[in-house]
């Protein structure tokens, strides 16, 4: 009876997803429906992390944008079914197996499996030890071609990892744990993300935001190489076929097979009082980076479900002055925001170092008390016509300083490179149309067809 009915639940579950859930089957972990399991799970203790001089060196930092926003610390191990945890055949004769993760005062802990391969019928869970906090189910429908499977965050210093494979399953699962990400910011209501960013900054739901909704949906946080926060945005292509590009800066990168995206974090208001949900999903493939203009796009594994509401933006190669611009993006990892320019870009070297002329738009300062701030790295930059023309490289602007921000131009990134390595071209227009520009795709529409008055 318990076999049958652990595997109805799997079943009622399967393409479900919770709110604020990666993508997943939902449902419960086999020990919270089973009775007679040994109590007595082995915990791996993480060193020491140093904390206070983490903050003492984000101080200096956070005030930069040419880098991820950092809210963590990577801890590399190798723990795997073999070595490590407790496995147990339990009385239907699957297999079982759990293992403890502790990382002291850690307000947050994610993880990043180099090995993760499924059978059919297998799922994994993480959850926090008290069991208030619980992410999966993980299943065969998480297998990427190169292996990785990343989480993302939960917000407990004690964690277990569990593993359920059925009896007979089509070939034994693989899952070997390579890092433990121990954050130490960004998650907990005593020092959290949401809220952190500037007061000046303007929640996506305010009224100034109103025409901008379908760009709004196009853009994503991303945890970029386990333990830093960027921002970047789902791009549309010539073909308009809902390929799951993503655009960010080349500064943020590392291997996109970890990566995860967080989608729809916003408030529903412009005075957010709660934490929203999300969405996400992990694992890219990179397809072109070019540090010249600062572009890096990449492709995710999985095209992000219909339910998820993803806007694919449009963009503008010319190399044009844009009359007006907007700036979407995630400042220092909190919830969706929105900046404006009421007054022409400006093209410009990148001026907090010695770069390249006219590779960048340069927002001499932002409109509307609004602003940009670390973890808005990579995020998009929006023309008067609601399109793309650059993604945020640095600057000092914040909400105490009105000062400049720099856009890597897209129009630099289109063809600069030579190769489809290093350029757009080959990625967003593959049968060489020459588009100039092009405008938004919604997947759950029509082709959007701009109409400002």
């Avoid at 699962?173 to 900054?201: P, W």
């Avoid at 190669?317 to 844009?322: D, K, S, W």
């Amino acid at each position: 009876m318990k076999k049958n009915y652990f595997l109805a639940l799997i079943a009622l579950c399967i393409f479900t997803i919770p709110a604020n859930a990666q993508l997943n089957v939902g449902g419960q972990p086999y020990s919270f429906l089973t009775k007679g399991l040994s109590i007595n799970v082995p915990s791996e203790m993480m060193p020491f992390v140093d904390v206070e001089t983490l903050k003492k060196e984000d101080k200096v930092n956070d005030l930069l944008k040419d880098r991820p926003w950092r809210f963590g610390q990577n801890i590399e191990v190798n723990f795997n079914i073999e070595n490590s945890g407790l496995l147990e055949t339990v009385a239907d004769g699957a297999k079982l197996w759990r293992l403890g993760i502790e990382s002291e005062n850690a307000q947050s802990i994610n993880l990043m499996f180099s090995k993760y391969k499924l059978p059919k019928g297998a799922i994994l869970y993480v959850y926090s030890k008290d069991k208030k906090e619980l992410i999966g189910g993980f299943t065969a429908r998480n297998n990427q071609k190169d292996g990785i499977f990343a989480t993302t965050l939960i917000p407990a210093s004690e964690i277990v990892i569990e593993y359920y494979e059925p009896k007979n399953a089509e070939f034994e699962g693989e899952l070997t744990l390579a890092r433990v990400t121990h954050g130490y910011r960004g998650i907990k209501t005593q020092d959290k993300s949401f809220g952190s960013s500037g007061a000046c900054n303007m929640n996506v739901a305010c009224p100034d935001a109103d025409l901008w909704q379908d760009q709004v949906n196009s853009v994503v946080m991303m945890v970029s190489g386990g333990s830093g926060f960027c921002t970047g945005a789902m791009i549309n292509n010539v073909e308009q076929d809902g390929t799951p590009y993503f655009l960010t800066a080349n500064h943020c990168y590392s291997n996109p097979g970890d990566w995860v995206f967080w989608f729809n974090w916003q408030s529903a208001t412009c005075a957010s009082t709660t934490n929203p949900d999300k969405d996400a999903l992990s694992g890219a493939v990179l397809r072109a980076k070019n540090a010249d203009s600062d572009f890096c796009l990449v492709e995710l594994n999985t095209a992000p479900p219909a339910e998820y509401g993803v806007f694919y933006a449009g963009w503008n190669r010319e190399n044009v002055p844009a009359t007006t611009q907007v700036g979407i993006h995630h400042p220092d990892g909190d919830i969706k925001k929105i900046s404006f320019n009421d007054d022409p870009a400006i093209s410009s070297d990148y001026d907090p170092q010695t770069y390249l002329a006219d590779s960048h738009w340069k927002v001499t300062d932002w409109d509307r008390n609004t602003t940009t701030e670390g973890g808005s790295s990579g995020s998009p930059f929006f023309d008067q016509n609601h399109r793309i023309i650059g993604q945020l490289h640095g600057g000092w602007a914040s909400c105490n300083s009105a000062t400049a921000d720099y856009y890597g131009k897209f129009s630099m990134s289109w063809d600069r490179g030579g190769n489809a390595n290093n350029q757009l071209s080959n990625w967003l227009d593959p049968q060489g149309t020459g588009a100039v520009t092009i405008d938004g795709y919604d997947e759950n529409a029509v082709t959007y067809t701009l109409d400002v008055q």
